[in-house]
């Protein structure tokens, strides 16, 4: 016991388990920090990163082998042949969709930090005032004025480019400078700008790519190949920058292959004492201690953590007296837009290949003025402009390169991402009939999108089709691609945040009700989803702002 005592331990190395880590190292706590998947060295194990198509087997494309492996990851946007490697093997970690629900995963040092979005947008009031207002899940137990000390902490420290725009529904913050629109966007943008005035605007995305060089990391090279991981530390991830200043105050121990069963609970001492973990190697059962324990093992991750942790004091799991864990589980409803032809600019082109597009910011129900009558929240959209290829080519040689290398004309388009409402019966639960490879029990996933998700859906695409003729694109068509809850990988609300014990699992400061020297940052602690993507932004300011209040409280005594 002695030997495996620390001050602190962190479940979890993505992107709040790298803040937590870094935050309490700082701090001067001897922490450890635990991972089930692998080591992921930063540079060294992004392997075939800087290679061209042509060099890979298979020119960076999926396989079936992949899509027999992998039916559920080989899916999204960031998967190719180089960043498979990043991704769990579906038939090798099963759960169970009680409805369809694509659960997005990476299993290493790192996690989902070395692919995620880089998209990072502060939530407003408009977010935290949101469930009081219409009565639709719990109150936040914080506002904006709260988070706000927070966002200006991290955001210098990650690294974020992006355009000061006075948005009271999208709050400034402290940026990098901006990427540039390129020629088609400017134009769109400036005709949207001036055309609407309910609160629509169309402005650069505001992302964690570095613009300037940030401490030893970047800038960013728009090469757009983030998702396989950056040899130039040109985003911001776990591995190129939390988990490194952590490791820099020789207070971390990094724990690698350790699959955390359960968080161990004293009765008597109305506390944790620590986790039990399996070794991912050698299958052996292993106990560790400490006085502060951060569980950030993603929103899924940490809720099958909660729910294994059984004793007489919490029979239904650690810490869920309210009967709240595992429920209310939201994502983002994503995939309907519309795109069409932009007639001029032939004689221009893009530059690199940009890792982020524009953003139009929420503009339905963040006033009275704005307030819709057939659903509730918001959405947002996500786009950009583009050359294609000319066309498709023929012939061999000279000719066939002449061809290639002709643009076409420019396209537009914009995707929307929607606000998905906590609903209780929404869940998680363990299916202790179902073990997977290591003995534990497996996630059962019953959520789905409802009727006032659905009844965004014309106003989302009639309203994407209107921005961009009224932009001066031609040809709009628009579509909806009925994504399933999970694929826009912003899963969260599973063990909430609220002032009442009786209906939330944390308080405002992510301390548990009921155990209190145990904190949740990751997505499981938000209230509500939101329609602004890139939460994690707001899980970073979450996660710092709580072990500022943790380390307080232990050195009063008080945990």
């Known amino acids: 016991m002695k030997n495996n005592t620390y001050d602190a331990i962190v479940v979890g190395t993505g992107i709040s388990g790298g803040w937590a880590a870094k935050e309490l190292c700082e701090k001067g706590l001897k922490t450890l920090v635990l991972e089930r998947g692998r080591n992921i060295e930063h540079v060294k194990d992004y392997t075939d990163t800087t290679k061209d198509p042509w060099e890979l087997d298979h020119c960076g494309r999926t396989t079936q082998e992949d899509r027999i492996n992998s039916p559920i990851q080989s899916k999204i946007y960031a998967w190719n042949e180089v960043s498979k490697k990043f991704f769990v093997n579906d038939l090798e970690n099963p759960y169970e969709q ?6 997005i995963r990476g299993n290493h040092v790192g996690g989902r930090s070395i692919m995620w979005g880089r998209q990072c947008y502060r939530r407003s009031d408009v977010d935290f005032e949101a469930n009081a207002k219409d009565g639709h899940g719990v109150d936040w137990p914080i506002r904006y004025k709260d988070l ?40 769109v943008a400036k005709r949207i700008n001036r055309k609407f005035t309910d609160g629509r605007k169309m402005i650069i995305g505001r992302t964690a790519n570095h613009t300037r060089q940030v401490g030893n990391r970047g800038p960013c090279q728009f090469r757009n190949k983030c998702h396989e991981g950056c040899p130039f530390s040109g985003y911001f991830c776990s591995n190129s920058a939390t988990l490194p200043a952590a490791a820099n105050t020789g207070n971390m121990t990094l724990r690698p292959f350790s699959i955390v069963q359960e968080v161990m609970y ?21 106990e560790y201690y400490a006085t502060i324990i951060f569980l950030n093992a993603s929103t899924l991750g940490t809720t099958a953590i909660l729910l294994n942790s059984v004793s007489d004091a919490f029979p239904e799991g650690l810490g869920n007296g309210s009967g709240q864990v595992g429920h209310n589980l939201m994502d983002m409803h994503y995939g309907m837009g519309a795109s069409g032809d932009y007639d001029g600019f032939e004689d221009s082109y893009t530059y690199g290949r940009r890792p982020t597009g524009i953003f139009i910011p929420q503009f339905r129900n963040i006033n009275e003025q704005t307030k819709q009558k057939e659903y509730l929240r918001g959405f947002t959209y996500q786009g950009g402009a583009n050359r294609g290829r000319a066309g498709l080519a023929d012939g061999i040689g000279v000719q066939l390169k002449e061809q290639l290398t002709e643009p076409g004309n420019w396209t537009m388009g914009i995707m929307a991402w929607a606000e998905h409402l906590p609903y209780y019966e929404n869940k998680v639960t363990l299916n202790k009939n179902k073990k997977d490879k290591f003995g534990m029990p497996i996630l059962s996933i019953d959520c789905e999108f409802k009727e006032n998700e659905k009844a965004m859906t014309k106003d989302i695409m009639n309203s994407a089709a209107e921005m961009l003729e009224e932009g001066g694109v031609k040809n709009v068509k628009t579509y909806d691609n009925q994504l399933t809850p999970g694929f826009c990988i912003h899963e969260t609300g599973t063990a909430r945040m609220g002032h009442d014990l009786k209906t939330s699992v944390l308080n405002k400061w992510n301390q548990m009700h009921e155990v209190k020297n145990v904190f949740i940052t990751d997505g499981s602690a938000m209230c509500s989803s939101g329609c602004t993507p890139g939460p994690s932004i707001t899980y970073m300011a979450l996660t710092a702002r709580a072990v500022d209040y943790a380390v307080r409280e232990l050195k009063k005594g008080n945990i």
């Open 98 to 103: 009680v409805k369809p629900f694509e659960w």
């Open 266 to 286: 004293d009765k008597e001492k109305g506390r944790a004492t620590g986790v039990r973990i399996i070794d991912a190697e050698t299958l052996e059962t292993h």
């Open 148 to 187: 706000a000390p927070w966002y200006d902490y991290v955001e210098p420290f990650v690294g974020v480019s992006g355009s000061l725009e006075g948005l009271f529904q999208l709050p400034d913050g402290k940026f990098l400078p901006p990427m540039e629109m390129n020629c088609v966007e400017k134009e």
